[in-house]
Nanobody
Framework: QVQLVESGGGLVQPGGSLRLSCAAS????????MAWYRQCPGVQREWVAL???????NYAGSVKGRFTISRDNAKNTVYLQMNSLRPEDTAVYSC?????????WGQGTQVTVSS
């Protein structure tokens, strides 16, 4: 059974930082493309960043230069380092694993950026 468990969300002031983690099990993690998405209430889910099995990364324009995605294959974990956070970054952040022609999703973790 595939499981993705996110952690690291919380409340942070504008300009602050958070690091999200997504621990995977039930897949060959090193062979998966991992991605982060976010969703605000009433808004379509938005892609944030991805990292391929080979370590290539890509970012949405709204987060480029502020967010960094990385992975630790030994720990079956993908990370999202978020710096210079803005109120508009407030959302539920979820990770996705693309593996063997299937997508798997975690439950998400809430990030709130507010003073």
């Amino acid at each position: 059974q595939v499981q993705l468990v996110e952690s690291g969300g919380g409340l942070v002031q504008p300009g602050g930082s958070l690091r999200l983690s997504c621990a995977a099990s039930g897949i060959i993690f090193s062979g998966a493309t991992m991605a982060w998405y976010r969703q605000c209430p009433g808004v379509q889910r938005e892609w944030v960043a991805l990292i391929t099995s080979g370590g290539t990364t890509n970012y949405a324009g709204s987060v480029k230069g502020r967010f960094t995605i990385s992975r630790d294959n030994a720990k079956n974990t993908v990370y999202l380092q978020m710096n210079s956070l803005r109120p508009e970054d407030t959302a539920v952040y979820s990770c996705k694993a693309a593996f063997a022609r299937r997508d798997y999703w975690g439950q998400g973790t809430q990030v709130t950026v507010s003073s």
